[in-house]
């Protein structure tokens, strides 16, 4: 008789590192931390780790918490509290709570040795170290699968991207088995792959240890002074040397939108980034599915009532073209262009929205203009309000990029407001 193979992730845990501020996102991240932004009319970034570490048989996770955790933990609690402990499924919320001693998490790895009885509790074979602040679809189980084959100390998740790209990422340099060789940080000459000298491997911040090996390992680090308690700082680098390091190309793992559609990896770590990876979902064709019912993105839904449209009339005509809209939208005699809108926003008539991602619970005022905007939540876009037509009266009351999106917020209008 055949058995089913024993699906490694049934022995693994998932790590979500999600304590960073992010604060390339100016303003949007200074009420919660980056994994909590939303993204995509519905989710938030964090949940695209989750999801991911579900749909590939993992029941075990934390995620650990640092910087302005309330939305993230309260969007955690509500959205991902159907684990069942009499099913041997957990996910826990590890703030860092000063445990072990009277510091806060000293670094990514720090993070996780605070917390070594509760992964012990866990009964695990294997730990998957994860950011919680990027957006892709990815099978773990592959890389759990490359990992223990290969016999590896850790094997490290790998972007391919252009050399000239890889400046600004930490890069493998690997041999043609695929073990990493060097680890450069923001190298100015990335190494090329030995099968192309045209791309480079960047390191996606995933990574896979054997437990026991891992325990250890962070153990010794946490009483080293001259450690920062990092992984891609100290642990990967020793391991790099000491060891057997191997790189796992994420195209061999990633869930694609279609079988011939590139491999989908966002960091939409910056106003421009997060506007575009939003506004790139209103295309016919775009390259991260989130209508995928094989590899869904799990996530908190409030209860609201679907989208409505209303007033049919030349000039005030409630409308969205190449638009995404969630439920609880009322469009209300408002022009809706290529343009996100999350749940629960308002808009009123005679209102134009042009390439907008508006987060939930914004209204828009009648006359509204807006053109390549972020709203934050809950603001209310004043009457008449124009932005995206005049940078230099734009750049005085909000918060303009350098690749020209107007960022939004609730402190900035009140300023606008008081100026009138």
Not at 126 to 141: C, F, Q, T, W
Not at 311 to 340: K, M
Not at 345 to 370: C, I, K
Request: aromatic share 10%; glycine share 6%; net charge negative.
């Amino acid at each position: 008789m055949n058995r089913r193979p024993v699906r490694l992730s049934s022995r693994a845990m998932a790590f979500v590192l999600a304590g960073g501020r992010g604060s390339r996102m100016m303003e949007l991240t200074d009420k919660r931390a980056k994994p909590a932004v939303y993204f995509g009319g519905k989710t938030r970034i964090i949940d695209f780790a989750l999801s991911n570490a579900l749909n590939s048989g993992i029941r075990k996770m934390a995620v650990a918490t640092q910087y302005k955790a309330h939305s993230l933990i309260r969007h955690c609690q509500r959205g991902w509290n159907f684990f069942r402990a009499e099913r041997n499924e957990y996910l826990d919320i590890l703030p860092a709570s000063q445990r072990v001693d009277e510091m806060w998490y000293r670094g990514t790895a720090d993070a996780v040795t605070q917390n070594v009885d509760i992964v012990d509790s866990y009964d695990v074979d294997y730990v998957l170290i994860l950011a919680g602040d990027h957006i892709y679809k990815m099978d773990y189980e592959i890389m759990l699968r490359q990992h223990v084959e290969s016999g590896a100390d850790v094997t490290i998740g790998c972007l391919t991207v252009p050399r000239e790209e890889a400046t600004a990422f930490g890069v493998m340099a690997v041999d043609a088995s695929g073990q990493i060789t060097d680890f450069l940080e923001k190298p100015k000459n990335p190494p090329p792959t030995p099968d192309d000298p045209d791309v480079s491997l960047a390191s996606m911040g995933i990574y896979v240890f054997d437990w026991p090996f891992l325990r250890d390992l962070l153990l010794k680090d946490a009483e080293d002074p001259n450690s920062s308690h990092d992984f891609g700082n100290d642990l990967i680098p020793a391991i790099v040397k000491n060891g057997k390091a191997m790189a796992h190309r994420f195209n061999e793992s990633c869930v694609r939108a279609t079988a011939d559609a590139p491999a989908y990896w966002r960091d939409a770590g910056t106003i421009d980034a997060f506007w575009k990876a939003n506004i790139d979902l209103t295309d016919f064709n775009p390259e991260l599915n989130l209508w995928d019912h094989d590899w869904p993105i799990w996530t908190y839904s409030e209860q609201v009532p679907p989208a409505k449209f209303i007033h049919d009339e030349e000039g005030r005509r409630g409308s969205a073209v190449s638009s995404l809209v969630a439920g609880g939208c009322i469009i209300s005699g408002t022009d809706v262009r290529n343009s996100l809108l999350f749940t629960m926003v308002h808009t009123n008539s005679f209102a134009m929205l042009d390439h907008v991602v508006a987060l939930p619970y914004v209204e828009v005022g009648r006359h509204a203009r807006l053109k390549n905007v972020v709203i934050d939540r809950g603001v209310k876009i004043p009457e008449g309000l124009v932005v995206g037509e005049d940078p230099e009266e734009d750049a005085k009351w909000f918060r303009v990029t350098k690749g020209g999106i107007s960022l939004i917020t609730e402190e900035m209008v009140e300023k606008w407001l008081a100026a009138r």
